[in-house]
């Protein structure tokens, strides 16, 4: 419990929320949407995204999803925390 709390609510969100951080700073330097869900993606998972996946990350990010809060979905994504 104590791990999944630190995910979701402890210092690594000021982490993620930093425009500094090296996974924003790389995926807001992108021009277009794509290209930043695929920095975003290859930060965090060290993969592309799926086509299902990048279309799923463009609609949410049309509905008002930013960079950051990507980046949080995947960080708390089982694949980061039991893969990487």
């Known amino acids: 419990i ?3 709390m630190m995910l979701m609510n402890g210092e ?3 982490v993620l929320q930093n425009p500094k951080s090296r996974v924003l700073s790389n995926a807001l330097a992108e021009s277009s949407p794509e290209a930043r869900i695929q920095a ?3 930060s965090s998972l060290s ?3 799926l086509p299902a ?3 799923e ?3 949410a990010m049309q509905d008002g ?3 950051a809060d990507l980046t949080w ?3 708390n994504s089982r694949e980061f925390m039991f893969v990487q």
């Open 2 to 4: 104590p791990q999944v």
């Open 12 to 14: 690594a969100q000021e």
């Open 40 to 42: 975003i993606y290859v």
């Open 47 to 49: 993969r592309n995204p």
């Open 53 to 55: 996946e990048m279309a």
């Open 57 to 59: 990350a463009k609609a």
């Open 65 to 67: 999803l930013g960079a």
């Open 73 to 75: 979905v995947l960080f």
